[in-house]
């Protein structure tokens, strides 16, 4: 097989060819809109949280809250009504976002370290969610972490959970271009440097979040089916067992982990600390429609059927949002994929079709 390309014709239409194929590929998960749509809440029922595991408390979903403060608050019935009791949760950097307009990236991507099987986890439901933990006598050489994809430091992973709907028309925290999608799950790392996940909380750079988007289809996403299988331990709020089956977290991830969205944010429930960079994979995972109704026949608070578990988005104010496309490309503002200038066009293509002339000749003999 020859170099590629051979001759400058065919430069020119791998060229053209490879900006059609970026406007499909890279568009086919952003959206850009004219304006930002308020997204009503549409939330029933449950409660959420944020993680942490203490000898006395629960497992919040993100974060340690008392127990005395966690039962006279908030639910996600009345997110509006957070801030007067969590101040933070109308800080100018919450979370969840809806995804519009992106400024192309070139970070480099992740690694994702001891995500293979994970043999003990704590399986709670607390009443906002299920939680998968790690116990706290893990070894810290097992312990799963992040590095890479654009992140300052070493992140370990602290706990994954779920964010679902009543029915498939909604149950993501995160949009893209308005979109919900019917569930989300957030695989929660603290910087490893500040030690705990309780003192990262403390800091701008404090956490990682991986968000992954979920949709219902065939067939279902290798790793789900573990998850799914752990839910009947867990049926009411409060119940909590032991993982039956070792979970590889590199079975949650999606297949290709090479494009994101970067932004910074803050934890989706009170106490709203804005100390999470946030990643939001546009790659959703599959799942079956059966396996989320596993989910919406949970339990929560009060018996209550537990589904809406997610915060309605909030304003991306001055924050800008990044994407690193499948190439790595960049061009250095901020990018309407659906309306672009012609000269960011021309630097995306030419980076675009640099790639894949690199990855041809790679392959070429
Ligand atoms: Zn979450």
């Not at 695989?187 to 705990?196: C, D, E, I, M, T």
């Not at 675009?352 to 070429?364: E, K, L, M, R």
Request: charged share 20%; with cysteine.
């Amino acid at each position: 097989m020859s170099g590629f390309p051979a001759t400058l014709f065919q430069y020119l239409v791998v060229l053209f060819l490879c900006c059609r194929l970026s406007q499909v590929v890279d568009s086919s998960s952003i959206r850009n809109t004219e304006k930002t749509k308020e997204i009503t809440n549409q939330h029933v029922v449950a409660k959420p949280n944020d993680v942490v595991r203490t000898i006395e408390n629960p497992l919040y979903e993100h974060q340690p809250i008392s127990r005395e403060k966690e039962t006279q608050s908030w639910s996600y019935s009345n997110p509006e009504a957070w801030p007067f009791l969590y101040p933070t949760c109308a800080g100018d950097r919450q979370s969840p976002v809806n995804i519009e307009t992106v400024l192309l990236k070139d970070y480099s991507k992740f690694y994702f370290g001891n995500y293979g099987g994970i043999e003990r986890m704590i399986v709670t439901n607390n009443g906002h969610t299920v939680l998968f933990s790690l116990p706290l006598s893990s070894s810290p050489e097992s312990i799963p972490y992040i590095t890479g994809g654009g992140l300052p430091d070493r992140y370990n992973f602290f706990q994954f959970h779920f964010h679902w709907g009543s029915d498939s028309s909604q149950g993501s925290e995160h949009r893209v271009d308005s979109k919900s999608y019917p569930a989300e799950l957030h695989l929660v790392h603290y910087n490893a440097k500040y030690g705990s996940f309780a003192n990262a909380t403390n800091h701008d750079d404090g956490l990682a979040v991986l968000g992954i988007l979920i949709t219902v289809g065939k067939p279902s996403h290798s790793g789900f089916r573990t998850v799914v299988d752990q839910l009947s331990k867990v049926e009411s709020d409060g119940d909590e067992t032991m993982l039956e089956k070792p979970i590889s977290l590199n079975d949650l991830l999606p297949s290709r982990t090479t494009s994101f969205f970067r932004y910074s944010g803050s934890l989706t429930t009170p106490n709203c600390e804005q100390s999470v960079v946030w990643t939001v994979f546009d790659n959703p995972i599959v799942v079956l429609e059966d396996q989320l109704s596993v989910f919406r026949n949970l339990k929560g608070k009060g018996g209550l059927i537990l589904v809406n578990n997610f915060r309605p988005t909030q304003p991306l104010r001055r924050r800008i949002i990044t994407y690193r496309s499948h190439t790595g490309c960049s061009v250095s503002r901020n990018w309407s994929l659906f309306s672009p200038r012609i000269k960011d066009v021309y630097q995306y293509c030419k980076c675009i079709a640099s790639f894949y002339a690199i990855f041809s000749s790679t392959f070429s003999s």
